[in-house]
């Protein structure tokens, strides 16, 4: 069993900052890719950021400039710095890792339940 929680989300003004979280827990052997992905009321869900095992980072062209995605291997976690929101912002946040079990060689991906960002005018 794996667990994924995410945590961090909140209400911001537009033009502030939050920091998510997200940790995996359980049966994991080897943790590759991690991400971030939102998805926003009547919207599909889209990737906002992604982290592999060997630190190369890919962001969504909206959030580039304005977050930073980063992991810690000895706590099966990342995060998800985001500053200078927008009210576009406004989505529930998921976490998306990919999970070898131990004495596996395949990977599956897991996902959190989701943390919401609302972000005010």
């Known amino acids: 069993q794996v667990q994924v929680v995410e945590s961090g989300g909140g209400l911001v003004q537009a033009g502030g900052s939050l920091k998510l979280s997200c940790a995996a827990s359980?049966?994991?052997?080897?943790?590759?890719?991690m991400g971030w992905h939102r998805q926003a009321p009547g919207k599909q869900r889209e990737l906002v950021a992604s982290i592999t095992r060997g630190g190369t980072t890919n962001y969504a062209d909206s959030v580039k400039d304005r977050c930073a995605i980063s992991r810690d291997d000895s706590k099966n976690s990342t995060y998800l710095q985001m500053n200078r929101l927008k009210l576009e912002d406004t989505a529930v946040y998921y976490c998306?890792?990919?999970?070898?079990?131990?004495?596996?060689?395949?990977?599956?991906?897991?996902w959190g339940q989701g943390t919401q960002v609302n972000v005010s005018s």
């Open positions: 359980g049966n994991i052997g080897r943790i590759y890719t």
């Open positions: 998306k890792v990919a999970i070898q079990a131990p004495g596996t060689v395949w990977s599956y991906d897991y």
